[in-house]
């Protein structure tokens, strides 16, 4: 059974950077796309980028464009999620998932969700 353990969140003030990581066990990484979600307060759980197994193809929501790369080691069966240049309305709670490239890209359904880690950006 996949379980995914999502870390390095923390409080940051707008401007600077972050990098959040998942750590897959129960599953060979390599053979998944890899995918981080973000779920503010109030709002619904969005996809913002995605990585296909081979590392070759990502995806990026338009907000978060430029400012954040996904990155994955499939040898450490770890993602990453590097977050510059944060504004307030990055605040979330985020998810990482492993699944297809359409899951990954929250165009399928999708639900072995973690327990995230939270992100906080001050003005």
């Known amino acids: 059974q996949v379980q995914l353990v999502e870390s390095g969140g923390g409080f940051v003030q707008a401007g600077n950077s972050l990098r959040v990581s998942c750590e897959a066990s129960?599953?060979?990484?390599?053979?998944?796309?890899m995918g981080w979600f973000r779920q503010a307060p109030g709002k619904e759980r969005e996809a913002v980028a995605a990585i296909s197994w081979s590392g070759d193809n990502t995806y990026y929501a338009d907000s978060v464009k430029g400012r954040f790369t996904i990155s994955r080691d499939n040898t450490k069966n770890t993602v990453y999620l590097q977050m510059n240049s944060l504004k307030p309305e990055d605040t979330a709670v985020y998810y990482c998932?492993?699944?297809?490239?359409?899951?990954?890209?929250?165009?399928?359904?999708?639900?072995?969700w973690g327990q995230g880690t939270q992100v906080t950006v001050s003005s």
């Open positions: 129960g599953i060979t990484l390599g053979r998944y796309a």
């Open positions: 998932a492993a699944g297809t490239m359409a899951q990954t890209m929250g165009l399928s359904p999708y639900n072995d």
